[in-house]
Nanobody, 120 residues
């Protein structure tokens, strides 16, 4: 199983970025999610989407600004109105169940992370 994340970069506060994560090697229905982590802090949930794409979850800190979606084995995270506190390494993850989850231990597979830096 491989998850390949991309799309991170440097953006000014108020700007937008779209992250992508392509999954390969998974042959069952699987939900996907995005988590983020800053140095010295625990990894935190950002958003998740079900296998069908019809069910999503968002952390309160990103709700209304981030949108998660998927097209088969690729998941996207559209980030708008970015704030400096959104600066983090973003990780995509997949789990061997079709229902989305919000805790990192519920995910079986992880991508390598992509850095998002939001300048003030």
């Amino acid at each position: 199983v491989q998850l390949q994340a991309s799309g991170g970069g440097l953006v000014q506060a108020g700007g937008s970025l779209r992250l992508s994560c392509a999954a390969s090697g998974i042959f069952s229905e699987f939900a996907m999610g995005w988590f983020r982590q800053t140095p010295g802090k625990a990894r935190e949930f950002a958003a998740s989407v079900s296998w069908s794409g019809g069910s999503t979850n968002y952390a309160d800190s990103v709700k209304g600004r981030f949108t998660i979606s998927r097209d088969k084995n690729t998941v996207y995270l559209q980030m708008r109105s970015l704030k400096p506190e959104d600066t983090a390494v973003y990780y995509c993850a997949a789990r061997d169940f079709g229902f989305p989850a919000t805790r990192d231990y519920e995910y079986n597979y992880w991508g390598q992370g992509t850095l998002v830096t939001v300048s003030s």
